[in-house]
Every structure is written in C-alpha cells, then in structure tokens.
C-alpha cells in the first residue's frame, strides 16, 4: 500500500513522466518540414528538463539540485520565448516575426544564467546552500552581502523578469486571438487550422503554469504543505492541457496544411504533369487514383491510410508518396480531405439531408474528428459547414 509519503513523490514525478511522454512523441514523428511541430518540441522538451529539476528540488536530492541549480531559472524564462516561436510559427502567413522582439525575450534567461553561474563561482558553499533549500526571510537584517544579492537577484528572476515575459505574451497572444476571431473568407482559411478552443486553454495553462512556479519560488520557505500540495496539483493540470491539445492542434495542422484551398481537385492533381516530361510516367497512376477516389469513395472509411491506398492501387508506398508530395504537390491528407469535403458540400446542400447533424456529416464523410472536418471546411470554402449549408441550400 502506497503511503503518504510515496503518493507525494507521486504526484510530483507524474508531470514529468507526462512531459517525457510528449517528448518523445514530438521528436520521433517525422517532421515534413513542419516549423510549429518543431517549435513544440523544444518548447515541451524545456518543461521536461525544467520540471526534472524541480522534482530534484521537491524530492530533497540537494546535491544534485545544487549542480542544476543554474539552469533551473533560466528554463523556466526560456519556456515564454519558445511558447513565442511556437504560436508565431501557426500565424507566420500574416504576422511577421520581430526578430528584435525575440531577442529581447531570450535575454532574461540568458542574464539569469550568467548572474547564477557567478554566484556559483563566488559566493561560498554552505551560503548559496542555505539559499537554495532554506531561504532568506525578506525581514532579515543580518543576511550577508552574498546571501542578500543572491535574494535579489531570486526575486528579479522568478517575479520582475517573469512579469515582464507574461505581458509581453499576452500582448501577442491577444494579437494573434483577434486575427482568427476575425470572419471574413480570407481569414478562416489562412487560419483554419488554428483551433481558437485550443490556443485559449493552451495559453492560460501556459499563463498559469509559468506565474505559479514564479510566485511558489519566491514564497518557498513560507508555503504550507497544503499549499504545496495544491500547487503540484496544478502543475499536473496545467502540463496535461498543454501537451494534450498542443498534440491535438498538431495532428489538424497535418491534417489541412496541404488541402487545396480553391477545392479544385482535378486540376491540383494533374498540373504538375505537363511541366516536367519525367513525370508523365505516373499519368497511369494518377488516373487510377482519380478513380478510387471519385468513383469508388474509398475516401468515405475513415480509417484509410495511405498504405490501404497504396495496395489498392496495386503499388509500393515509396512509389505513392512520391507521386502524392513530388508529382501532385500535395500529400496524402490534402487529397483525400479534399474530396471529404466536396462530399459533405454535397450533402450540406441538399434539403433531404436536413436531419444530418454536422457531427454525423463528419463521420459519414471520412472525418475522424470534428476539429478537422471544420478546418478542412473552412480552409477550401472560407465558411464554416453551418455558414455553407445556409447560403448553398436547395431542394433537388
């Protein structure tokens, strides 16, 4: 039976096994030259190594948090700069990045590194031991000068820098938020695939978890366990929604970045053909896919991927992604969504299917989510399906 004691180093090891998790998840799946994937690694493989530490700390091994104790405030101010890269990386078509903004925002963690590694060097041992696991009361008058820069430079860490970082996020984070709210055409289908629901509660775990620990680390010393207890609790929280619908907002990203936006699928898979004569090998090919797709609906099972397409065109995988990304200039998400859509555009417009909800609509196309269906939809119409059924209606 677990004691109390165990479920507490429980409960502060689970963030990180969780982190572990998503990490590993980010760094194995092939890229495909996909910037925000790459941008979401490093930014949950920050919260990992900074949670690793922390559990150093909260676990009471004291040696090896001494050795780790320079780089602990400085991941936590890297964890806002990567969150940057990342959101800027989803709405890169229209917000340029501000180089000079970015590196201001590094700095901090960059000054906080320099600064603990001196105070690593000069002040003595059993000082900066004290500091780190016991802590100085801000009331105490008779603290060395060592132990006094030590505290300030804590507190201009993990409160004055922290702050700053958190405005500055939120500024942008507010920009970016009233880019996709905007609901004009262009706007939904440059933004399609940024699901708002997701960014909302990706941001504020991202808020909530970089105050807590600011505020936590200042307060340490004084904090009861309960308190303690509830932080750790929030941690959990905060790092599950992070990475779950950071993963989530990933997997509709791949799933609408190659859908042809003018939902003209005839033209899309043959224009490259004509180009190059090397290619004209693979006329057959494309015609034999054109067939699968617009003639059988293979695209209707939800669980097709592209190894079921590939034997059902009688060839090799490498051969299909080649055609697919080299020849079609799209991949195999682009144009099988492509056709879904056309297919719920046909249902949505007829009368009969009036009883179809959209969520049956999304299933009985070829959808597995929801979230996907819609930003396929809205990255080929530049509506929603709602707004599309309302101004497409007919009897026939």
């Given amino acids: 039976m677990l004691s109390g004691e165990n479920l507490y180093s429980l409960l502060i090891m689970l963030p990180v096994y969780q982190l572990i998790f998503f990490t590993i998840l980010l760094f194995t799946v092939k890229k495909n030259d996909n910037k925000p994937k790459f941008y979401l690694g490093i930014l949950i493989f920050s919260l990992t190594l900074y949670m690793a530490c922390q559990s150093l700390f909260f676990l009471e091994y004291y040696s090896f948090f001494r050795t780790c104790y320079v ?50 060097i000069t002040v003595p041992v059993n000082t900066l031991q004290v500091f780190i696991f016991k802590g100085f009361s801000f009331n105490d008058q008779n603290i060395s000068r060592e132990a006094s820069r030590l505290q300030q430079i804590h507190i201009v860490g993990n409160g004055i820098l922290i702050a700053w970082q958190l405005i500055f996020i939120t500024v942008r984070f507010m920009r970016i938020f009233s880019y996709t709210k905007n609901r004009n055409e262009n706007t939904l289908r440059q933004y399609s695939y940024l699901n708002t629901r997701y960014m909302v509660f990706t941001f504020a775990s991202i808020f909530i978890f970089i ?23 929030c941690m959990l929280a905060c790092i599950s929604i992070i990475g779950y619908l950071a993963v989530k907002q990933d997997t509709v990203y791949q799933q609408v970045k190659k859908v042809n936006s003018n939902g003209n699928i005839q033209n899309n898979a043959l224009k490259q053909n004509n180009k190059k004569p090397a290619e004209t090998q693979y006329l057959d090919e494309i015609e034999n896919l054109k067939s699968l797709l617009a003639t059988e609906k293979i695209y209707l099972d939800k669980n097709l991927t592209i190894y079921d397409l590939a034997k059902k065109m009688n060839t090799g ?72 059924k309302n101004t497409h209606h007919r009897n026939d």
């Fill in 71 to 120: 780089f602990y405030t400085p991941l936590l101010l890297l964890i806002i700069p990567f969150y940057y890269l990342y959101i800027n990386s989803l709405s890169s078509c229209v917000i340029e990045m501000d180089k000079r903004k970015m590196v201001l925002l590094f700095l901090p963690a960059i000054i906080t590194l320099l600064l603990n590694v001196i105070n690593a």
């Fill in 211 to 233: 105050s807590f620990n600011g505020i936590v680390h200042i307060f340490y010393p004084q904090l009861s366990n309960g308190v303690l207890l509830v932080y750790h609790l």
């Fill in 317 to 388: 995988f490498r051969e299909l992604s080649y055609i697919l990304n080299k020849v079609m200039q799209t991949n195999f998400y682009g144009l099988v969504n492509e056709y879904r859509v056309n297919e719920a555009k046909e249902i949505l417009s007829r009368k009969q299917f009036d009883h179809y909800s959209l969520d049956a609509i999304s299933d009985k196309v070829g959808f597995r989510s929801r979230s996907s269906f819609y930003a396929c939809f809205k990255k080929m119409t530049g509506q929603t399906p709602a707004e599309y």
